[in-house]
């Protein structure tokens, strides 16, 4: 678990008072290891309509519309032999687990550039801007280890609207069958089939 040895922040002081505006989760990133699967999954059951996609090198990163602004994003990495798991919402795993990170939305570049002048102020560690051609962001990390990301969009692929052949979103030359299916026809050739996990789980 990620700690500091820095003395807490004192809760009274001015720059307490100034708030961050905060527009939502620009994405939640999950780990996938069948980006091919996920994309049937997410675009083809749960009808979240894929926006853009990221290729570079092994990793591939895909983001799916869940509202203005708002995505799931994916991971995949080729090659490597990380295992998938499953685990009962609300149950404690009895393993090391963390999902890869969550992104937040602000509203542009003075706000983007703002938080960062806060954060390390706060003596938090904090990334310059990194620049991902439709977005730009900034990367931390909270207490208990968890990657995080402040994000602002150039131009919001949740509301664009110009399909998979819009080259400012859709970066992977080489996308999976889904992707492939998608843009030749506007849909799926099939959807994977899931199983609920419910062992030991407590939902009432």
Same mark, same amino acid.
């Given at each position: 678990?990620?700690? =500091? =040895?820095?003395?807490?922040?004192?809760?009274?002081s001015p720059?307490?008072?100034?708030?961050?505006?905060?527009?939502?989760?620009?994405?939640?990133? %999950?780990?996938? #290891?069948?980006?091919?699967?996920? +994309?049937?999954?997410?675009?083809?059951?749960?009808?979240?309509? %894929?926006?853009?996609?990221? &290729?570079?090198? #092994?990793?591939?990163?895909?983001?799916?519309?869940?509202? *203005?602004?708002?995505?799931? &994003?994916? /991971?995949?990495?080729?090659?490597?032999?990380?295992? =998938?798991?499953? *685990?009962?919402?609300? +149950?404690?795993?009895?393993?090391?687990?963390? /999902?890869?990170? +969550? =992104?937040f939305n602000?509203?542009?570049?003075?706000?983007?550039?703002?938080?960062?002048?806060?954060?390390?102020?706060?003596?938090?560690?904090?990334?310059?801007?990194?620049?991902?051609?439709?977005?730009?962001?900034?990367? /931390?990390?909270?207490?208990?280890?968890?990657?995080?990301?402040?994000?602002?969009? %150039?131009?919001?692929?949740?509301?664009?609207?110009?399909?998979?052949?819009?080259?400012?979103?859709?970066?992977?030359?080489?996308?999976?069958?889904?992707?492939?299916?998608?843009?030749?026809?506007?849909? %799926?050739?099939?959807?994977?089939?899931?199983?609920?996990?419910?062992?030991?789980?407590?939902?009432?």
């Open positions: 678990m990620a700690s =500091s =040895s820095a003395a807490p922040q004192d809760q009274t720059d307490q008072t100034t708030r961050v505006d905060w527009r939502g989760i620009n994405h939640l990133a %999950l780990i996938t #290891p069948d980006m091919d699967a996920t +994309v049937r999954f997410y675009h083809g059951v749960l009808g979240m309509d %894929l926006v853009a996609t990221i &290729a570079v090198g #092994p990793m591939r990163h895909y983001f799916f519309r869940i509202g *203005k602004g708002n995505t799931i &994003a994916c /991971f995949e990495w080729a090659g490597t032999e990380g295992e =998938s798991f499953t *685990k009962p919402a609300g +149950v404690p795993p009895d393993f090391p687990a963390q /999902f890869d990170h +969550v =992104s602000v509203e542009d570049e003075a706000a983007l550039l703002a938080l960062q002048d806060r954060i390390r102020a706060r003596e938090v560690e904090c990334t310059d801007v990194v620049d991902h051609g439709f977005m730009h962001s900034i990367y /931390f990390t909270d207490p208990n280890g968890i990657a995080l990301e402040a994000t602002y969009w %150039l131009v919001d692929a949740t509301t664009v609207g110009t399909g998979l052949s819009d080259d400012r979103f859709f970066g992977d030359d080489d996308p999976v069958p889904a992707v492939r299916e998608l843009a030749a026809g506007g849909r %799926l050739d099939w959807t994977p089939r899931t199983i609920l996990v419910d062992e030991g789980a407590d939902l009432t």
